[in-house]
């Protein structure tokens, strides 16, 4: 496995990227103008970046933590690098900085039909908490809301 680096996102130059990884990713992605807000919202809003060796931004993983909760909006990586463990990385490393931060729980949002996420998300003990019928565009599709309770055990990387 490649020993991936995760940092924070933190100049201009990485918002590129993660807009790149957004786009190649997502039918509906977010904005560069959404991310710089994201990053105005001190506190609450987070990004890190997934870096290969060389130093190439991969992936990211953004997440909001309020209060005693950490809410995954957004994680991808570049469709060459999937199945590395670049999102394993990230997802282990935002749950223990969410841990850290205080949450105590975590949620998300997955397209019923992504079982790559589905299977990655299981791994690190989410479970199916809902349903937002609906939820996706293009194409429209319904939403798996899932959680995981008790955010500080076992964030080893599985």
Same mark, same amino acid.
């Given at each position: 496995?490649?020993? #991936?680096? $995760? %940092?924070?996102?933190?100049? !201009?130059?990485?918002?590129?990227?993660?807009?790149?990884?957004?786009? *190649?990713?997502?039918?509906?992605? #977010?904005?560069?103008?959404?991310? $710089?807000?994201?990053? &105005?919202?001190?506190?609450?809003?987070?990004? /890190?970046?997934?870096?290969? !060796?060389?130093?190439? $931004?991969?992936?990211?993983?953004?997440? #909001?933590?309020? +209060?005693?909760?950490?809410?995954?909006?957004?994680?991808?990586?570049?469709?060459?690098?999937?199945?590395?463990?670049?999102?394993?990385?990230?997802? *282990? /490393?935002?749950?223990? &900085? @969410?841990?850290?931060?205080? *949450?105590?729980?975590?949620?998300?949002?997955?397209?019923?039909?992504?079982?790559?996420?589905?299977? +990655?998300?299981?791994?690190? @003990?989410? $479970?199916?908490? @809902?349903?937002?019928? @609906?939820? /996706?565009? %293009?194409?429209?599709?319904?939403?798996?809301?899932?959680?995981?309770?008790?955010?500080?055990?076992?964030?080893?990387?599985?």
């Amino acid at each position: 496995m490649t020993p #991936w680096i $995760i %940092k924070p996102l933190t100049t !201009p130059e990485d918002i590129d990227a993660v807009v790149t990884i957004e786009e *190649a990713s997502f039918t509906n992605p #977010w904005t560069r103008d959404m991310y $710089i807000a994201e990053q &105005e919202n001190r506190g609450v809003s987070f990004c /890190y970046l997934a870096q290969d !060796p060389r130093g190439s $931004i991969v992936g990211f993983c953004s997440f #909001w933590r309020v +209060l005693d909760e950490l809410h995954i909006n957004n994680l991808a990586v570049l469709p060459d690098f999937r199945r590395g463990g670049a999102a394993s990385a990230l997802l *282990a /490393y935002v749950l223990k &900085e @969410g841990a850290r931060l205080g *949450a105590r729980r975590a949620t998300l949002e997955v397209r019923r039909s992504n079982e790559a996420a589905r299977t +990655l998300y299981e791994r690190f @003990g989410f $479970i199916v908490a @809902g349903v937002r019928r @609906g939820y /996706y565009t %293009k194409p429209v599709e319904d939403a798996l809301v899932l959680s995981r309770d008790q955010l500080m055990d076992g964030l080893e990387s599985p």
